[in-house]
Each structure stands twice: as structure tokens, then as C-alpha cells.
């Protein structure tokens, strides 16, 4: 009989921590996003505030990490590709986003699994979330 090793956690949401974890990241991301003259090209498509933006983020995550799915309550299905479309979003934004977030993953610590899994699906999202040429 072969019998399957459970996980440790069932969701990522689990596996980062919950809420507080979640909110830390996001934290990060955005001050890092701030402070660092290397993602200067994406902080500049976030306009003059990044409070909208980093509590979205963080009603996003909670959800796509398999936590509270407070987005979808608020807005509906994420339609993530239409709700960026009025702001570039090309190679570089891509980069500087992938960076900043695996900059902010490691600094908060997250286990090294889990930020290789994010890693890999953040990059297929923003990937896919361009919408300029190159």
C-alpha cells in the first residue's frame, strides 16, 4: 500500500502565514517599490499614491493564494489583463515587477519553496499581463 505524504499546508495562504504574512509582503513590495531607484520605470505607472494600489494587492493575494477572497467580494472576477490595460506594461515593467516581489519575498523570509513556486506563477502572470510590444 502506498500511501501519500500530506502537506504540511493546503493553500500557499496557509503556507505564508495568513493575513498578517500576506499584508507584510505586500508591505514590502510597495515600499521597496518606493525606495528603490531600480524599480523606478514601474513605481512611475502607479501614479502619485500607492495606498489603492497596495490594499488591492492585498485583497488580490489573500484570494489567488487560496485565503478570504475579499477582491472578488469588492470587485468580481479579477480580470486582471482589462484592469491593467490603461497603464504600459512592457518588458521592463514586467522585470521590475518579478524583481521587486521576489526582493520582498526574501526579505520577508518566506521559505524558499514557496518563493520558487510564486516565483514561477508570479512570472506567468506578468508575462502574460503585457501590453506592449518587445
Known sequence: MNIEEKADFTTPFEWIGGEARVQ???NRFYDLMALE???AQLRSVHGHTLDDARQKLFWFL??????PQYFVERFGHPRLKQRHMPFKIGLVERDQW?????QAMAEEALPQGLQDKLKAAFFQTADWMRNQPG
Do not use: F, S
Not at 489573500?62 to 485565503?67: D, F, I, R, Y
Not at 518579478?98 to 521576489?102: G, I, K
Open 24 to 26: 507584510a509582503l505586500v
Open 37 to 39: 531607484p531600480a524599480y
Open 62 to 67: 489573500c484570494g489567488w493564494l487560496g485565503g
Open 98 to 102: 518579478l524583481a521587486c516581489m521576489a
